[in-house]
């Protein structure tokens, strides 16, 4: 039997994504000597070129050209890339495994911010799946300090921050619906996230640091982000958000924290284990919600493209 485009895309979107949180703090962490997180964020805006190129021919290079859609397209390119930037920086500190349950939080802020400025409605599961993310966030960022695998605690205030950043991100995604399309929003993204290179660059060693030992690795890490980010917009595309969205929201941070768990070889604490299913459930009660309800709107899913 044949299986459809969208659930093909379905599978390949967590799969991609997943992989891409557990394996992204690798070069920093594993390599000898260690790829810095500054060229790690260079690589990654990098990656997003080919993805624009991709992107931009599937609309024929058309592009919007209005006060309104550079300023959205501006928005949701820095509030992503200033988020990515910053994560680069929060896996040096821990790993990815307690990290992304927070981060995938996210739609919490994008909710809230809706029914605060946008006027739409919340609704129950969006409620609970809010709800949970409190606890869920307390839970994870429990440590206990002889056998925490995090270091000082700088993680889990950027790993807050990156939680905004990316409700933010997704919100003006969300609000731009009616300015610019998905492929548009590819290039904007790009330009923003190129745009903060140099500052990334003035935080680290600088370019030339490295380039031999880790560029090629992280090229291929980063580059499961951006090619992820294409297909979660054709996956919707071909099928319906109230399936799509759930679903690759689910699984991505599930594969993440899998993975993550076999690099390090250990298992988080019981309390650490309890915010990541309370984190993985809310964010399918938030993402079932949101899609149940908003308007199905094929090319501007609601989930942030990080």
């Not at 993680?155 to 921050?161: D, E, K, P, R, S």
């Amino acid at each position: 039997m044949r299986l459809p485009k969208w659930l093909l895309l379905s599978m390949a979107v967590p799969i991609l994504w997943g992989l891409w949180g557990a394996l992204t703090e690798i070069p920093e962490k594993w390599l000898h000597p260690a790829f810095p997180p500054t060229l790690g964020y260079v690589v990654w805006s990098l990656t997003m070129l080919p993805v624009s190129v991709i992107a931009l021919r599937k609309i024929n290079w058309k592009f919007t050209h209005s006060r309104r859609a550079f300023l959205y397209g501006c928005a949701v390119g820095f509030s992503g890339a200033a988020g990515q930037l910053l994560l680069f920086r929060v896996l040096q500190q821990g790993p990815a495994y307690l990290i992304f349950p927070i981060v995938c939080l996210s739609p919490a802020v994008t909710i809230v911010l809706s029914w605060t400025l946008l006027k739409e409605r919340t609704y129950p599961l969006a409620l609970t799946g809010i709800l949970l993310s409190l606890p869920a966030i307390f839970l994870v960022s429990l440590q206990e300090p002889s056998t925490s695998p995090v270091h000082g605690s700088f993680w889990l205030v950027g790993t807050i921050a990156i939680f905004f950043m990316w409700g933010l991100q997704a919100y003006y995604m969300k609000s731009s619906a009616n300015a610019l399309g998905a492929e548009e929003l590819f290039v904007y993204m790009t330009g923003t996230g190129l745009a903060l290179s140099p500052i990334a660059l003035l935080m680290g060693p600088g370019f030339q640091a490295n380039m031999g030992t880790g560029f090629g690795l992280t090229f291929v890490i980063q580059s499961l982000n951006a090619v992820g980010c294409l297909l979660f917009v054709y996956a919707v595309r071909y099928g319906k958000a109230i399936v799509v969205v759930p679903m690759i929201n689910g699984m991505f941070p599930l594969v993440t924290i899998i993975v993550s768990l076999l690099l390090y070889r250990e298992l988080p604490s019981k309390f650490n284990l309890a915010g990541m299913v309370l984190a993985l459930v809310a964010v399918l009660l938030m993402a079932f919600d949101e899609v149940r309800h908003g308007p199905e709107v094929s090319t501007e899913p609601s989930a942030a493209l990080h």
